[in-house]
């Protein structure tokens, strides 16, 4: 029961970052064919998955109580910094004109840095610019949603959480959230729904967190 429930807490979580996405592209009126939509979907259900590999290889040098520890440990560190960020955003909130000129991180590797700029911008994943996100750019902004959570992936499966079941659920999950923040976005204003939304996956993590340890 225990299991179930963290799994769809965490899904949810980390599909608030494709609903936050779409939105965005909504507000934009940019458009995300369904075939874009299905492959930022199983993209992100891929990157999940390995992520949770990677923590059962890493639980299995810990007792089952050690594991769970840390990972609830991890979920809730997470938590807490994404929801610190949430709030230095509101702190911080510039003018349209100041915000375009913030240079955003990159590396000299060319897709490592648009990776990076698609974390920090869902916009810059529209390559070409053509307003229309493509096949190759749903696996860019795929990847780049899903990175955010590679931790939180980690953290789950220490825990104990399964793997597949998970992944498949945040791909499903990924992709309806996705859908449904770009007909949202097109209707509600921005700046009042964004800013609510945007404090939850935090939130739903450290909840999870706490949940294992108490």
Known sequence: MFHDLTLL??????????????????????????????????CSGIVIYLAMKIGDRLSIWFSPFVASTLGAMILISL??????????????DKPKHQQEKVKTW???????????????????????????????????????????AFAAGIGASMMGIPALSTAILIAIMSSLFLSLGMIIGIKVPKHRFSRVISILPGMFLIVMGLSRML
């Open 9 to 42: 807490w965490l899904a949810f979580a980390v599909s608030l970052d494709s609903f936050g996405a779409g939105t965005t592209y909504g507000l934009r009126k940019m458009r995300i064919p369904p075939t874009s939509i299905v492959i930022i979907g199983i």
């Open 79 to 92: 938590g807490l910094w994404a929801v610190l960020q949430s709030l230095r955003s509101r702190t911080n």
């Open 106 to 148: 990159t590396f000299h590797i060319e897709k490592i840095g648009l990776v990076i700029q698609v974390l920090k911008s869902p916009l810059h994943a529209d390559v070409d610019e053509s307003g229309s996100i493509t096949a190759g750019e749903a696996i860019l902004l795929g990847v780049a949603l899903s990175l955010d």
